[in-house]
């Protein structure tokens, strides 16, 4: 594990009343040269998505339900507040994870996927579109979400195009908006409510394929995938999924309720540290609070005295 201590400085002298001090930082198990992380979140936008959560993601006091038979017919989509639908989930669990990322360490992109077959049989383009480019100015990151919530939901489920979107992203390649660093950790956060449907059309296991050599291409690109299945869709046959995270030696959470969605992204981590202490060595002392990110960024309150003190940080 490296661990960086970046406030205070060694040799700091910290004035005033209180006596306690910030220490920040980041700790990290290092899988490339670099010490930065580059993170794509790739989110499902398919027609499906429109389905109510179960949760009250918009916070105005009613949960959305799905409608009756009697006025969506019987394989109706959609939510009566669409403010509750699993896309709204989707995005509200990609913006706790932001939250537990630092952008002085960490660059975020966002990429969506859905994909439409034409009535002649003809792929429509674009299944996959880049919403924003790497970027540590997390503020236009949520405004890009702002964006994909207000389009809303559309079309079939081409997972694998929304794989090699990110990848791409992360490399620069292929007609990437990404500025690429050759050094950087590399990851895809990757959320779904379904199995693949495209590019060919319906449960056609041809689709899973396409899903493995999507892998293949993230893994070459030594990028990890962190999938996520929604729902139980997505779960009735998680071999893509499944395959997905192992070949990139990432990892596959099921979520079977999407309404615990933000609450499961409130627990990933991707840095590999399963336990970090900061105290004061001088005093022998604890830190008062301690906050470690997804990032492996970290933020400390220690107690000091009057006088030189050692700050010791193990992860």
Same mark, same amino acid.
């Given at each position: 594990?490296?661990?960086?201590?970046?406030?205070?400085?060694?040799?700091? !002298?910290? %004035?005033?009343?209180? =006596? +306690?001090?910030?220490? /920040? #930082?980041?700790?990290?198990?290092?899988?490339?040269?670099?010490?930065?992380?580059?993170?794509?979140?790739?989110?499902?936008?398919?027609?499906?998505?429109?389905?109510?959560?179960?949760?009250?993601?918009?916070?105005?006091?009613?949960?959305?339900?799905?409608?009756s038979s009697a006025t969506g017919g019987l394989f109706a989509l959609g939510s009566s507040d669409p403010g509750d639908s699993i896309l709204?989930?989707?995005?509200?669990?990609?913006?706790?994870?932001?939250?537990?990322?630092?952008?002085?360490?960490?660059?975020?992109?966002?990429?969506?996927?859905?994909?439409?077959?034409?009535?002649?049989?003809?792929?429509?383009?674009?299944?996959?579109?880049?919403?924003?480019?790497?970027?540590?100015?997390?503020?236009?990151?949520?405004?890009?979400?702002?964006?994909?919530? !207000?389009? %809303?939901?559309?079309? =079939? +489920?081409?997972?694998? /195009? #929304?794989?090699?979107?990110?990848?791409?992203?992360?490399?620069?390649?292929?007609?990437?908006?990404?500025?690429?660093?050759?050094?950087?950790?590399?990851?895809?956060?990757?959320?779904?409510?379904?199995?693949?449907?495209?590019?060919?059309?319906?449960?056609?296991?041809?689709?899973?394929?396409?899903?493995?050599?999507?892998?293949?291409?993230?893994?070459?690109?030594?990028?990890?995938?962190?999938?996520?299945?929604?729902?139980?869709?997505?779960?009735?046959?998680?071999?893509?999924?499944?395959?997905?995270?192992?070949?990139?030696?990432?990892?596959?959470?099921?979520?079977?309720?999407?309404?615990?969605?933000?609450?499961?992204?409130?627990?990933?981590?991707?840095?590999?540290?399963?336990?970090?202490?900061?105290?004061?060595?001088?005093?022998?002392?604890? !830190?008062?609070?301690?906050?470690?990110?997804?990032?492996?960024?970290? #933020?400390?309150?220690?107690?000091?005295?009057?006088g030189r003190n050692e700050i010791e940080v193990t992860a």
């Amino acid at each position: 594990v490296v661990v960086v201590i970046d406030h205070p400085q060694d040799e700091a !002298a910290l %004035g005033g009343t209180d =006596a +306690t001090a910030v220490v /920040a #930082g980041r700790a990290l198990v290092p899988r490339s040269e670099g010490f930065t992380t580059d993170v794509v979140f790739v989110i499902d936008v398919s027609g499906s998505t429109s389905a109510p959560s179960g949760a009250d993601v918009n916070g105005n006091g009613v949960i959305g339900a799905a409608p009756s038979s009697a006025t969506g017919g019987l394989f109706a989509l959609g939510s009566s507040d669409p403010g509750d639908s699993i896309l709204a989930a989707e995005v509200a669990a990609v913006r706790r994870l932001l939250s537990r990322l630092d952008p002085r360490f960490t660059r975020v992109a966002l990429a969506t996927f859905s994909g439409q077959m034409l009535d002649y049989g003809v792929l429509a383009e674009n299944p996959a579109v880049t919403e924003i480019a790497l970027t540590n100015a997390y503020e236009d990151m949520q405004r890009a979400l702002d964006r994909v919530l !207000a389009r %809303g939901p559309n079309g =079939a +489920t081409y997972i694998a /195009a #929304g794989i090699d979107q990110a990848t791409n992203e992360l490399l620069g390649q292929n007609g990437a908006f990404s500025r690429a660093d050759a050094k950087s950790q590399k990851v895809i956060v990757f959320l779904t409510d379904g199995l693949p449907t495209l590019p060919f059309e319906g449960n056609d296991p041809r689709n899973t394929i396409t899903v493995l050599r999507a892998a293949d291409r993230a893994r070459n690109a030594n990028a990890r995938v962190y999938s996520f299945g929604v729902g139980e869709e997505a779960l009735s046959g998680p071999l893509a999924l499944l395959e997905l995270a192992r070949l990139t030696d990432g990892t596959f959470t099921p979520v079977r309720d999407p309404a615990l969605l933000s609450d499961v992204f409130a627990e990933v981590e991707f840095a590999d540290v399963e336990s970090l202490e900061v105290r004061n060595a001088t005093l022998g002392a604890p !830190a008062l609070a301690t906050e470690l990110g997804a990032d492996g960024s970290f #933020g400390a309150l220690v107690p000091l005295r009057t006088g030189r003190n050692e700050i010791e940080v193990t992860a």
